[in-house]
Nanobody, 124 residues
Framework: QVQLVESGGGLVQAGGSLRLSCTVS????????WGWFRQAPGKEREFVAA????????LYADSVKGRFTISRDNAKNTVYLQMNSLKPEDTAVYYC?????????????????WGQGTQVTVSS
């Protein structure tokens, strides 16, 4: 059984930084594509960032490009989302997602595994 557990969320002031972690069990991170999505109250879930199975390709939503970085640590079987220069509009529940396949995807339908989410709140 594949399990994804997010951590690292919290309350931060605008301009601050957070690093989200997604610890994976039941599947090797180096064999799958991984992504981060977020959902703000009253809004649909939206794509944030993705990384392919080699780690050599990444993809970002325009709203976070240049501020967020997705990465992974194969030894720890963990996927990360480093978030810098945070803005109030980044406030949302952030979800880690894993695909059965090895590519890079920006749509939630391409992901088979999901974490429970971690709250990120950015105050102005």
């Amino acid at each position: 059984q594949v399990q994804l557990v997010e951590s690292g969320g919290g309350l931060v002031q605008a301009g601050g930084s957070l690093r989200l972690s997604c610890t994976v069990s039941g599947r090797t991170v180096s064999r799958c594509g991984w992504g981060w999505f977020r959902q703000a109250p009253g809004k649909e879930r939206e794509f944030v960032a993705a990384i392919n199975w080699t780690g050599g390709s990444t993809l970002y939503a325009d709203s976070v490009k240049g501020r967020f970085t997705i990465s992974r640590d194969n030894a720890k079987n963990t996927v990360y989302l480093q978030m810098n220069s945070l803005k109030p509009e980044d406030t949302a529940v952030y979800y880690c997602a894993g695909s059965y396949y090895s590519g890079i995807y920006d749509n939630p339908e391409s992901y088979n595994y999901w974490g429970q989410g971690t709250q990120v709140t950015v105050s102005s």
